[in-house]
Each structure stands twice: as C-alpha cells, then as structure tokens.
C-alpha cells in the first residue's frame, strides 16, 4: 500500500474529534436505482447537489442515524472539512469556523455488512474506537477497500452511494486545501452543505 495513503489512514482515526479525540465508477451514477429498502437523499452543497441511495438492508443503524441527524437539521450549516485528493471527502460534523458541533451517542459499527468502500459510496467517518461513529461522513473518491472491515477487523461502515452528482463529489475533490490549526486538508475556501433533505 503507498506511504501516502497509509498516513491518510492513520490521520483519518483522529477526524471526529480534532487532536484529542479526535467500486467501479459505473456503481456510482446516475443510472443506479434504489431498491425496496433504500432510502433517498440529497446532499445540497454551495458546490452542487449530491443525492445518495441510502441502505437501510445492509446498514439499518447507520441509515437510521444519519436520518435523524438530517430530518433534525444538524447537518444544515457543516462543512466538508476534510478533503484528499485520489482519496475521499468528509464532512458532517464541524462549522465553518472548524468546532465540532455536539451529536449524539455514538452508534455500533455495521462495517461486516458485506458493503466495500468503492468509488462513490458513503461511509461513516470514526476514531479508533470501532463503534465511535456519529455525524460525520466521508464519500470514497476512489476504490478504498482496504478501509472495509474483516473478520478480524472491523473497518468504516458503507451505508449508501451516490446516484447522482458524482461531478459535484469529484468537484469538491479538487479543492485546493489548507491547514486551519491543528486541522488539515481544510478547503481553502468554504464548501458548505446547505441541507440534508430526505427524499423517500
């Protein structure tokens, strides 16, 4: 595996909490379809909208905690804060002004579901506490298997994919980064997510 993307991996166990505590391409268009047990969502960004296919089959805890978080509008005002080219973007938890906003209690990992972190799906971001998961959420730029869990590791739970606006994921994948205190791959400039609305 290159030492880049072993750093990253090392660096993402810190993402939640700051310091402290801190797929094929054609899986992620918008020719995919959900399924009796998925669920829709649109992403509303400054750069675009971004709508996911949510599984609620594979990933039922995960699902239901990322719609809580939306239908109650916490997501409204976040930011993408943490953005690696070739690699993933992740937002869901901090302001513009890089605090972290106050969630919930973390949920159980669902990593053994049998979803991989290809291109274009969705994942929940964690420490290194398996079952650390709240808000925070990152979308795989590009295949990232080696974050799925395994029999004798759990990894980071898949609980959807983009069906639409992968241009808009990809977009904000090239933003030009900064370091903001202790936080780095922060977007120079502001990516903001707007809304969370739940389709279906």
Do not use: C, W
């Amino acid at each position: 595996m290159p030492s880049r993307l072993l750093t990253f991996i090392g660096a993402f166990l810190l993402v939640i909490t700051g310091i402290t505590h801190a797929s094929s391409p054609e899986a992620a268009t918008s020719a995919s379809q959900p399924q009796t047990n998925d669920v829709v969502v649109d992403i509303n960004t400054s750069q675009g909208t971004i709508t996911l296919n949510l599984d609620k089959q594979h990933s039922p805890e995960t699902v239901s905690n990322f719609l809580k978080y939306a239908n109650e509008g916490f997501y409204d005002g976040t930011i993408f804060h943490r953005v690696i080219a070739n690699f993933m973007i992740q937002g869901g938890g901090m302001t513009p002004d890089m605090s972290r906003k106050e969630t919930d209690k973390p949920i159980r990992n669902e990593s053994g579901n049998g979803l991989s972190n290809r291109r274009g799906t969705i994942a929940m971001a964690r420490t290194s506490n398996p079952d650390s998961a709240t808000s925070q959420f990152f979308i795989n730029l590009v295949d990232n298997n080696y974050l799925d869990g395994s029999q004798s590791q759990p990894g980071y739970t898949v609980f959807g994919e983009v069906i639409d606006g992968m241009n808009v994921v990809e977009k904000i994948g090239k933003a030009r980064t900064t370091r903001k205190g202790p936080h780095a791959d922060v977007p120079s400039e502001t990516i903001t997510i707007e809304s969370v609305t739940v389709r279906q």
